[in-house]
């Protein structure tokens, strides 16, 4: 996300979609892939929107989570599908929990990975504003938007931190594991939100005065293409 954010600075170039077109490309994932059926209408709904967090992963050239995603799926559909209807039992409940946890919830992640390694910070506050969503929205989800990036970065340090003093695996056990790699990303989590809380309120965010911004933000032809399809998809689920 750093790097993304650094990118921007530099060549300006935009985001592969419009942050309003990613937020319901969440929303409309999320609905379809945890409330559709395995059948009838809904799983070609599902199938859709099994079909559009791997294309964002293709876009932005993550080409090793893009072939474990659409192997995961495979694995899931084949469940779901075949596997479930040949087991009965305890095998059988077992399958279904496996697939279902897989097929219902993993797209979503993925789908939300992708909008936010792909939109800035300054992008996507400048969409909300012309939405006109209050700043008491639009702050939190800002905030949202760096703080799971940068808390990624602190594990990363701390498990650094491990590794340099010879912490690693299993030998102290599970116990001293969780220990000294959760408490310090439990503090580190409270430190991060505070400082990201008041960055945000720093930069103006807060203010009653309308901000500028530098980044460009608009409807370009797949933005229209993908609203087209993801209205067709939602007005299809809720009808059918």
Request: net charge positive; proline share 3%.
């Amino acid at each position: 996300m750093q790097a993304q954010v650094d990118t921007f600075r530099i060549t300006g170039e935009r985001s592969i979609l419009d942050p309003r077109v990613g937020m319901l490309a969440i929303l409309t994932v999320s609905a379809v892939m945890i409330g559709g059926s395995i059948t009838g209408i809904d799983f070609w709904l599902r199938l859709v929107c099994c079909v559009l967090p791997l294309l964002g992963l293709v876009a932005l050239r993550r080409w090793r989570f893009a072939v474990v995603y659409a192997a995961l799926y495979a694995f899931a559909l084949m469940m779901e599908g075949a596997v479930f209807q040949l087991t009965s039992g305890a095998f059988n409940m077992v399958v279904m929990i496996l697939g279902g946890l897989i097929s219902r919830f993993f797209a979503p992640v993925v789908m939300g990975y992708c909008v936010m390694q792909s939109t800035t910070v300054a992008e996507f506050i400048a969409a909300m504003e012309r939405m006109h969503v209050p700043s008491a929205v639009t702050i939190p989800l800002s905030v949202m938007f760096r703080f799971f990036p940068t808390i990624a970065e602190e594990n990363g340090a701390i498990t650094e931190a491990m590794r340099m003093r010879q912490v690693s695996g299993m030998r102290r056990g599970l116990v001293k594991r969780m220990e000294y790699e959760l408490v310090p990303v439990m503090m580190s989590t409270v430190r991060i939100s505070d400082e990201l809380s008041q960055a945000a309120l720093t930069k103006g965010l807060g203010g009653d005065t309308r901000r500028t911004h530098i980044c460009e933000v608009g409807f370009r032809a797949r933005d229209y293409v993908l609203l087209v399809l993801l209205s067709a998809v939602l007005v299809l689920f809720v009808v059918t």
